[in-house]
């Protein structure tokens, strides 16, 4: 009995490498026939165990002699195409190439053409589910299905996304950039202090903006439209489904504020992702008891928006603008009539089946809050600080915002009017930049069909993507693609944005004013015409042979550089694009118009020295600190950014200071 316990330990690592050794071999035949640049990698970068564990492991690999492990080291840490950007591409000489290991063989491409190709190519490059399935933490959703699946998902939640519905967007973000405002300057405006939660505060003005304009929950900023003290919460009157009018009140029956049950949860989401429900509830830890809590907490919360909702419906009553959850519920097949069964009934007829299940229209909440907060306050808050680090290119802002405005008071602002000028204009230039540098996804995976090579060509040459094969579209990296890209010289080639990836040209620089045609000599005015403004006349191409609502049109205005398709990909491409990218462009543009019309950004520069020694400081000595702020701020936003979800600050934060505009103390424009 021992000696065959004994062979059978044996056997397995024998069984183990021999099956590893065939895994390779296959994979690597695959890699010779498709014609694309490979890389041979021991590990394959999406195991779960070498996901787990690979912080422990790479320092000791990084002790080999280079000769070993060069050029597949840096390629074998999960989120290398943000740490090295552009630099293995040119190295290797290739837009698109292949890691090829034991486990799998993965695509990196960073080809505008391939990813027109790919994002076109629905069936053939599907998105790989199995990735998204930690998502569907409240029901199966628009964002985590495939095929005829999210083709029915896509048609019931694509219609609120109208040009209509952004004129609320447009009036709410108007609303709620003014509140965040006066947080940080009080009510006078004039009170310069130091903040150090920016990322905070645009995320709430983005929860505040997606519930209002989607879902008809009104949100107060604390302390300043509620009277609340945003560290002593309270109770207080509610809105629609029991939600508390403020982020800092507690709905009745919860334990949670409403904005604080979501932001436990996406704190906690790695940990509710992948811990089983049950143990989840039941370990003793304080971070999983949180976790539980925040999961419980947000699914109540939409449970009685749903049910609200139906309640809404079934009496006759409709909620003005998008109303995400009103369009979930009628698209499942639940009206007036249908809700009210007894009138069924007594017509003979059966309750027809919901097109959608609970489950799925709860998941499909969970994701438009998700992203249509996260993605738009990330782009929001990245802006600021590119702003507060390049003094010119706000002030240009600043201009161009004076030029359209003309002082106009808010309370004049016109969507029809002004958006096409913002969007058309350096505002849009400055979203456009932040999310070139900075978008929300740097990794969009595809895949190909499991034993089905998809034919594909790159740079004339007709090539085979592997079947089975995980495919990246970098679009981190095809962003900063010189083949695509209007470039100049680096501001400092002694000091480097990256250290390898651009060091000859600025794509690592935030430089908005690359998006502005040098050609036209009036920017402003061909953006008030109509015909060259995409949010005006090119939304309505959203209408394809399948009525999937798929917007077509160019992300960014007739008016700026338009980069080759393929290339500029911040909201994804083709068939699996993102539904709210209008929602989204239209809240940054006015919240960034709301603040900088009034209000510059700095550097906050406490850490070196205090308000009265700036005063009695000279210009070079004020130039000197903020230095030091600006250096600081560089390397964070260089080593300190990760992705959960989304691409963001994950080390510490960049203190900022909001002054009125003739008012700034560093002024290097």
Same mark, same amino acid.
């Given at each position: 009995?021992?000696?065959? &316990?004994?062979?059978?330990?044996?056997?397995?690592?024998?069984?183990?490498?021999?099956?590893?050794?065939?895994?390779?071999?296959?994979?690597?035949?695959?890699?010779?026939?498709?014609?694309?640049?490979?890389? &041979?990698?021991?590990?394959?970068?999406?195991? /779960?165990?070498?996901?787990?564990?690979?912080?422990?492991?790479?320092?000791?690999?990084?002790?080999?002699?280079?000769?070993?492990?060069?050029?597949?080291?840096?390629?074998?840490?999960?989120?290398?195409?943000?740490?090295?950007?552009?630099?293995?591409?040119?190295?290797?000489?290739?837009?698109?190439?292949?890691?090829?290991?034991?486990?799998?063989?993965?695509?990196?491409?960073?080809?505008?053409?391939?990813?027109?190709?790919?994002?076109?190519?629905?069936?053939?490059?599907?998105?790989?589910?199995?990735?998204?399935?930690?998502?569907?933490?409240?029901?199966?959703?628009?964002?985590?299905?495939?095929?005829?699946?999210?083709?029915?998902?896509?048609?019931?939640?694509?219609?609120?996304?109208?040009?209509?519905?952004?004129?609320?967007?447009?009036?709410?973000?108007?609303?709620?950039?003014?509140?965040?405002?006066?947080?940080?300057?009080?009510?006078?405006?004039?009170?310069?202090?130091?903040?150090?939660?920016?990322?905070?505060?645009?995320?709430?003005?983005?929860?505040?903006?997606?519930?209002?304009?989607?879902?008809?929950?009104?949100?107060?900023?604390?302390?300043?439209?509620?009277? &609340?003290?945003?560290?002593?919460?309270?109770?207080?009157?509610?809105?629609?489904?029991?939600?508390?009018?403020?982020?800092?009140?507690?709905?009745?029956?919860?334990?949670?504020?409403?904005?604080?049950?979501?932001?436990?949860?996406?704190?906690?989401?790695?940990?509710?992702?992948?811990?089983?429900?049950?143990?989840?509830?039941?370990?003793? !830890?304080?971070?999983?008891? /949180?976790?539980?809590?925040?999961?419980?907490?947000?699914?109540?919360?939409?449970?009685?928006?749903?049910?609200?909702?139906?309640?809404?419906?079934?009496?006759?009553?409709?909620?003005?603008?998008?109303?995400?959850?009103?369009?979930?519920?009628?698209?499942?097949?639940?009206?007036?009539?249908?809700?009210?069964?007894?009138?069924?009934?007594?017509?003979?007829?059966?309750?027809?089946?919901?097109?959608?299940?609970?489950?799925?229209?709860?998941?499909?909440?969970?994701?438009?809050?998700?992203?249509?907060?996260?993605?738009?306050?990330?782009?929001?808050?990245?802006?600021?600080? !590119?702003?507060?680090?390049?003094?010119?290119?706000?002030?240009?802002?600043?201009?161009?915002?004076?030029?359209?405005?003309?002082?106009?008071?808010?309370?004049?602002?016109?969507?029809?009017?002004?958006?096409?000028?913002?969007?058309?204009?350096?505002?849009?230039?400055?979203?456009?930049?932040?999310?070139?540098?900075? *978008?929300?996804?740097?990794?969009? *995976?595809?895949?190909?069909?499991?034993?089905?090579?998809?034919? &594909?060509?790159?740079?004339?040459?007709?090539?085979?993507?592997?079947?089975?094969?995980?495919?990246?579209?970098?679009?981190?990296?095809?962003?900063?693609?010189?083949?695509?890209?209007?470039?100049?010289?680096?501001?400092?080639?002694?000091?480097?944005?990256?250290?390898?990836?651009?060091?000859?040209?600025?794509?690592?620089?935030?430089?908005?004013?690359?998006?502005?045609?040098?050609?036209?000599?009036?920017?402003?005015?061909?953006?008030?015409?109509?015909?060259?403004?995409?949010?005006?006349?090119?939304?309505?191409?959203?209408?394809?042979?399948?009525?999937?609502?798929?917007?077509?049109? *160019?992300?960014?205005?007739?008016?700026?550089?338009? *980069?080759?398709?393929?290339?500029?990909?911040?909201?994804?491409?083709?068939?699996?694009?993102?539904?709210?990218?209008?929602?989204?462009?239209?809240?940054?543009?006015?919240?960034?118009?709301?603040?900088?019309?009034?209000?510059?950004?700095?550097?906050?520069?406490?850490?070196?020295?205090?308000?009265?020694?700036?005063?009695?400081?000279?210009?070079?000595?004020?130039?000197?600190?903020?230095?030091?702020?600006?250096?600081?701020?560089?390397?964070?936003?260089?080593?300190?950014?990760?992705?959960?979800?989304?691409?963001?600050?994950?080390?510490?934060?960049?203190?900022?200071?909001?002054?009125?505009?003739?008012?700034?103390?560093?002024?290097?424009?």
């Amino acid at each position: 009995m021992v000696s065959l &316990i004994a062979v059978v330990l044996l056997a397995l690592p024998v069984l183990y490498a021999i099956n590893t050794y065939r895994s390779f071999t296959r994979n690597l035949a695959a890699a010779k026939a498709s014609n694309i640049p490979y890389v &041979i990698t021991p590990v394959y970068l999406f195991q /779960t165990v070498w996901l787990l564990t690979h912080r422990m492991w790479m320092p000791y690999l990084r002790k080999f002699p280079q000769r070993w492990t060069s050029p597949w080291l840096d390629l074998i840490v999960p989120d290398w195409s943000w740490q090295q950007l552009h630099a293995p591409f040119r190295k290797l000489g290739s837009d698109t190439f292949m890691t090829v290991a034991p486990g799998g063989i993965v695509v990196w491409v960073a080809d505008a053409s391939a990813i027109s190709q790919i994002t076109t190519r629905r069936n053939d490059f599907p998105k790989p589910i199995k990735m998204y399935g930690s998502i569907d933490l409240f029901g199966k959703n628009v964002v985590t299905t495939e095929g005829q699946i999210w083709r029915h998902h896509r048609k019931i939640t694509s219609p609120p996304f109208t040009e209509k519905n952004n004129h609320m967007v447009w009036a709410e973000s108007i609303h709620q950039a003014q509140a965040m405002v006066k947080s940080w300057v009080g009510e006078s405006g004039d009170v310069a202090k130091t903040t150090t939660k920016v990322a905070d505060d645009t995320m709430r003005l983005s929860l505040h903006v997606i519930s209002r304009a989607g879902f008809g929950v009104r949100l107060l900023w604390p302390g300043i439209e509620d009277g &609340i003290s945003p560290k002593t919460g309270g109770k207080e009157a509610k809105g629609s489904g029991g939600v508390a009018t403020s982020c800092v009140g507690v709905g009745t029956g919860h334990t949670l504020s409403y904005t604080d049950a979501l932001g436990s949860l996406l704190h906690n989401i790695i940990v509710v992702m992948l811990m089983p429900r049950f143990l989840l509830k039941h370990l003793p !830890f304080k971070f999983t008891t /949180t976790a539980y809590e925040s999961f419980i907490e947000w699914g109540k919360y939409m449970n009685e928006m749903y049910q609200a909702k139906k309640a809404e419906v079934a009496a006759g009553e409709e909620q003005e603008g998008m109303d995400l959850m009103g369009a979930l519920v009628r698209g499942a097949g639940l009206n007036i009539d249908t809700l009210n069964a007894s009138s069924l009934l007594e017509k003979g007829q059966t309750t027809p089946k919901q097109a959608l299940t609970d489950e799925e229209i709860l998941g499909n909440a969970f994701v438009f809050i998700l992203a249509g907060h996260e993605t738009t306050a990330n782009a929001i808050h990245f802006s600021l600080l !590119f702003l507060a680090l390049n003094l010119s290119s706000q002030r240009h802002l600043q201009r161009d915002l004076d030029s359209i405005f003309r002082g106009r008071p808010t309370s004049e602002w016109d969507y029809e009017r002004d958006i096409p000028k913002l969007f058309g204009g350096m505002t849009g230039a400055v979203l456009n930049e932040e999310l070139r540098l900075v *978008p929300a996804v740097v990794n969009i *995976p595809k895949s190909t069909p499991e034993d089905q090579p998809q034919p &594909i060509v790159l740079n004339g040459k007709n090539c085979l993507v592997p079947g089975g094969a995980m495919v990246n579209l970098i679009s981190a990296v095809v962003h900063r693609n010189p083949k695509y890209w209007p470039t100049g010289p680096p501001r400092d080639p002694a000091h480097p944005i990256h250290p390898t990836s651009n060091t000859d040209n600025d794509l690592e620089e935030f430089r908005p004013e690359r998006w502005l045609l040098e050609s036209s000599p009036d920017t402003l005015k061909a953006a008030t015409t109509t015909n060259s403004h995409p949010m005006a006349t090119e939304a309505a191409k959203t209408s394809e042979t399948d009525d999937l609502g798929v917007n077509t049109a *160019p992300d960014v205005a007739a008016t700026l550089f338009r *980069p080759p398709k393929g290339a500029y990909i911040p909201f994804s491409e083709g068939y699996r694009a993102c539904l709210g990218r209008r929602f989204a462009q239209v809240e940054v543009l006015v919240v960034l118009a709301v603040i900088f019309s009034e209000y510059s950004v700095e550097l906050a520069v406490d850490e070196f020295a205090s308000d009265e020694e700036v005063e009695g400081m000279s210009a070079d000595e004020r130039r000197k600190v903020w230095g030091k702020a600006e250096r600081k701020a560089k390397a964070l936003m260089r080593d300190g950014m990760g992705t959960i979800i989304t691409l963001q600050l994950r080390t510490g934060s960049v203190p900022l200071r909001f002054v009125k505009r003739g008012k700034e103390r560093f002024d290097y424009a």
